[in-house]
């Protein structure tokens, strides 16, 4: 098991038990030495992850507001790639795409690479520097504020500068999903998906299942404005229900 695979069970067993976990447990569950995990354990601290305490660990309390990107990455990665490899059919050739900074998005950047004549419009520095060796497309990052916990870039020259593109797609996602439509844990992000999806032809949203259970408070669409809507599986009935009626869904 490499660090990236222990990191990633080290937060799915803390998501699973309220948490927390001593580093004797970690050990033993993951069968590596103390240096190991300790190591792990600071890589996810400095990530802004979680904390430790006195032979223990806990999670950061997570809130409306963005999570850091090393826990973004980390988190459902299985549920993203999937939702990845459904988007593959429908990027084609030549097409000029948006694409935001989330982690969601960002897995896209193998099958983007297969692809030839792309146009890439983010305001993700992780996307970026993902593409940043593909040489059958071109990516332009978007200037702006850099916002340091989640790789983007935000603000009002951000949204300006997306003003002078015109694309087939905005590929998108989002920090929550309820009944009433998409949301945003941060206001400046949302403003420059809102720009996005304004400047393209059709929107795309990522979104897996977790999602229905986050919290975010500035809203950035209403299903009827979404082109299609993929994810790793189905919502809940009463979200299902809404979106079967308003929003063309892929599972």
């Given amino acids: 098991m490499d660090i990236h695979e222990r990191k990633r069970e080290i937060v799915e067993h803390l998501n ?67 939702i990845a490899k459904k988007t593959d059919s429908l990027i084609k050739d030549g097409m000029v795409i948006f694409l935001d900074s989330s982690s969601t998005v960002c897995q896209l950047a193998p099958i983007l690479k297969t692809k030839h004549n792309i146009t890439i419009i983010t305001n993700g520095i992780n996307i970026a520097n993902e593409l940043s060796h593909a040489q059958n497309l071109t990516c332009f990052l978007c200037p702006g504020v850099l916002k340091h916990q989640s790789l983007s870039i935000v603000g009002e020259f951000t949204s300006e500068f997306i003003k002078n593109f015109h694309a087939e797609l905005a590929i998108l996602s989002c920090k929550a999903i309820r009944e009433n439509g998409v949301f945003e844990g941060d206001d400046s ?63």
């Fill in 16 to 82: 699973q038990h309220n948490g927390i976990a001593s580093m004797n447990y970690l050990c033993k569950r993951l069968y590596a030495s103390r240096s190991t995990i300790r190591r792990d354990l600071l890589s996810l601290e400095e990530d802004g992850i979680l904390k430790r305490s006195h032979g223990y660990v806990s999670l950061i309390v997570k809130s409306a507001k963005e999570s850091p990107i090393g826990m973004r990455q980390i988190e459902n990665q299985d549920k993203k790639q999937s």
């Fill in 189 to 251: 992000q949302g403003l420059v998906k809102k720009s996005m999806m304004e400047n393209a032809d059709k929107t795309i949203l990522l979104c897996d299942t977790t999602k229905e259970n986050a919290v975010g408070f500035f809203k950035t669409s209403d299903f009827e404005k979404l082109s299609c809507l993929i994810s790793d599986a189905p919502f809940s009935p009463s979200l299902q229900k809404i979106l079967k009626e308003k929003t063309p869904t892929l599972y």
